[in-house]
C-alpha cells in the first residue's frame, strides 16, 4: 500500500509540477487514473460532502434526546399586595422508548395565588410514560433512525456517483490510448515506406525500376502521411476529452500534455489482472452491493420507520405521569421517604382517540402504498442491473474470441506483405501489389488495437455494471 501511494505521488510530481524540460516523456495508465480522479475530481469530493451533511443530520436528529434544563422565574406586585413570587428549576431526560424523566423544584409564595399550587419550596421527581400512541416509536426516534439511513443512502450514493464517474473517465482513457496506439502504428508505416520510397528512387537512379514505381511509391507515402497527420489530431483530441477528468490539488482542471502518453505494457494492465471475471460472482455481488440497489435499501428502511410511525395514528393517545413530591429544603429526603408511604405524589392519565381515524387510516395507507412503489422499482433497477452485467459478459467473451481471429488474421497479413516483397525483390510482383497488401495489414492492426481497447474498456464496464469499480 504504501509502494502504491509512493508511485502515485511519484506521478502527480511529474505530472502536474512541468519543468523546462518538456520534452521528457512521462506515462499514464488506468491505475494512475483512477487515483487521481478519486481524490481530487470535484464530482467525488461533492459526494463526500453529502456524506458530511447526512452527518450532520445525525447529530441534529439526536439533538431531540438532548436533557433541557429550564427555569422560570416570576413576580407580581399590584397596589403593594404581593400576588406571588415565583421560581422553578427543572431537568428534563428524554429517553430512547419514549419516556421522559422530570426532576426539579418549584417556590411559590404570595397572598393571592390558585389553591391547587403548592406554597413554599416543593421538589419533585416524576416520570411521563405514553401507554399506547408513541410507545413503540415516536417522531423524534424515528427522524434519527431515518437520518441513520439517509446517512448510509448517502455513502450509496457516493459510491453510484464515483463508480460512474469513473467508467466514463475510463471510456475516455481507453479512446486515447487507442488513439496513441493507432498513431504510433502509422507513424512506423511512415517511416518504413519512407525508405522504400527511398530504395526505389536509387533503384530508378541506376536503371533498375521504372518511373511509374516511385510514383506509386510517393504515393503510397503520401497516403500513410496522410493517416499520420490525421491520427495524431485525433491523439491530441482525445487527450483534451481525457483532460476533462484530470483536476489538481488546488480545484484546477488540468489540460493533459502532449508530452504525457499510455504506459508501456497497456494490454497488460495490472489491475485488470485482478478484476474478478466470473458472471455469477459479479452477478451475486451486484445483487449485495450495487449501490443503487443499496440505496434502493435504504429507501425501504426510510418508508419502513415512516410506515411505523404513521400506525401509531391508529392507537389511542395515552399518556401516564407520575411525580412524588416533596416540601421543604430537605425535599429530596422527604420524595424519597414518601414514595414507601404512598403520600405526596401526584399523577394524571390522559386519553385522547379520535372516533373514525380518518387520518390515521389515510397516512398509514399513504406509506405502505410508497413502500410497494419503492419495491416495485427496486425489482425493476435489479432485473436492470443483472441484463446489464450479462450483456457486458456476453460483450467481453466475444470481443476475447474477436481478438484471438483479429491476431491471427494480421499475422496472415503481415506474412503476405513479407511474401510480396520477396516476389518484388525477384523482380515477380509490383510496389503496387506490396502496397496493397500493407494496406490491409494496417488496416487488420488498426482493427486489433481497437478490439483491444474496447475489450479492456468492457472489462471495466463489466467491473462497472456490478457496481464495484469505485472499489477499485
Not at 419516556?99 to 416543593?122: H, K, N, P
Not at 408513541?134 to 450509496?156: H, N, P, S, T, V
Not at 527511398?198 to 496522410?226: C, H, M, W
Request: net charge positive; proline share 3%; glycine share 4%.
Amino acid at each position: 500500500m504504501r509502494r502504491s501511494k509512493w508511485i502515485f505521488c511519484f506521478f502527480l510530481f511529474h505530472l502536474w509540477m512541468l519543468s523546462s524540460a518538456q520534452d521528457t516523456i512521462k506515462t499514464l495508465n488506468a491505475e494512475q487514473l483512477l487515483y487521481l480522479i478519486k481524490a481530487y475530481h470535484p464530482v467525488a469530493r461533492q459526494a463526500s460532502i453529502e456524506v458530511d451533511r447526512a452527518k450532520v443530520n445525525i447529530l441534529n436528529a439526536r439533538s431531540a434526546f438532548d436533557p433541557v434544563l429550564s427555569h422560570v422565574a416570576g413576580k407580581k406586585t399590584l397596589d403593594g399586595t404581593p400576588y406571588y413570587n415565583y421560581n422553578s428549576s427543572a431537568l428534563t431526560v428524554p429517553t430512547w422508548y419514549g419516556v421522559e424523566l422530570t426532576g426539579g423544584a418549584d417556590y411559590l409564595t404570595g397572598s393571592r395565588v390558585d389553591q391547587s399550587q403548592t406554597t413554599g419550596q416543593t421538589g419533585y421527581v416524576g416520570v411521563s410514560v405514553p401507554l399506547a400512541k408513541d410507545l413503540i416509536i415516536d417522531k423524534r426516534r424515528a427522524q434519527l433512525k431515518q437520518a441513520k439511513f439517509f446517512k448510509g443512502m448517502a455513502e450509496a450514493g457516493q459510491q453510484a456517483m464515483v463508480n460512474d464517474l469513473l467508467m466514463e473517465s475510463l471510456a475516455a482513457y481507453w479512446n486515447w490510448v487507442k488513439a496513441y496506439q493507432t498513431y504510433v502504428v502509422v507513424k512506423d508505416n511512415v517511416n518504413i515506406t519512407l525508405k522504400r520510397t527511398e530504395l526505389v528512387k536509387k533503384s530508378f537512379i541506376n536503371g533498375e525500376r521504372p518511373a511509374i514505381d516511385t510514383i506509386e511509391a510517393v504515393t503510397q507515402l503520401q497516403s500513410f502521411q496522410y493517416q499520420q497527420n490525421l491520427s495524431w489530431l485525433q491523439f491530441q483530441n482525445a487527450g483534451l476529452q481525457l483532460s476533462v477528468y484530470l483536476w489538481q490539488s488546488n480545484n484546477q482542471p488540468y489540460i493533459l500534455p502532449e508530452t504525457v502518453i499510455p504506459a508501456q505494457g497497456w494490454e497488460n494492465e495490472t489491475v485488470i489482472s485482478n478484476f474478478n471475471l466470473v458472471l455469477d460472482d459479479l452477478l451475486s455481488v451486484a445483487e449485495k452491493n450495487h449501490p443503487e440497489l443499496l440505496t434502493y435499501n435504504y429507501k425501504l428502511d426510510v418508508l419502513a420507520v415512516e410506515k411505523n410511525l404513521k400506525f401509531q395514528e391508529l392507537l389511542p393517545q395515552v399518556d401516564f405521569n407520575y411525580y412524588q413530591l416533596g416540601k421543604g429544603n430537605n425535599w429530596a429526603t422527604d420524595a424519597a421517604g414518601s414514595a414507601f408511604q404512598g403520600s405526596n405524589f401526584q399523577y394524571a392519565l390522559k386519553m385522547q382517540m379520535p372516533l373514525r381515524l380518518s387520518k390515521g387510516r389515510a397516512e398509514y395507507r399513504e406509506a405502505r402504498l410508497k413502500m410497494e412503489s419503492a419495491q416495485l422499482e427496486r425489482l425493476q433497477k435489479q432485473q436492470f442491473i443483472q441484463i446489464k452485467v450479462k450483456s457486458y459478459y456476453n460483450e467481453m467473451i466475444t470481443l476475447r474470441s474477436q481478438i484471438a481471429l483479429q491476431s491471427s488474421n494480421y499475422s496472415n497479413y503481415r506474412q503476405l506483405v513479407k511474401a510480396e516483397e520477396i516476389r518484388f525483390m525477384n523482380g515477380e510482383s509490383s510496389l503496387f501489389l506490396i502496397n496493397s497488401r500493407e494496406a490491409k495489414a494496417l488496416e487488420a492492426l488498426e482493427k486489433l488495437i481497437e478490439l483491444k481497447t474496447k475489450y479492456y474498456t468492457t472489462i471495466y464496464a463489466l467491473q462497472w455494471s456490478a457496481g464495484i469499480l469505485s472499489f477499485k
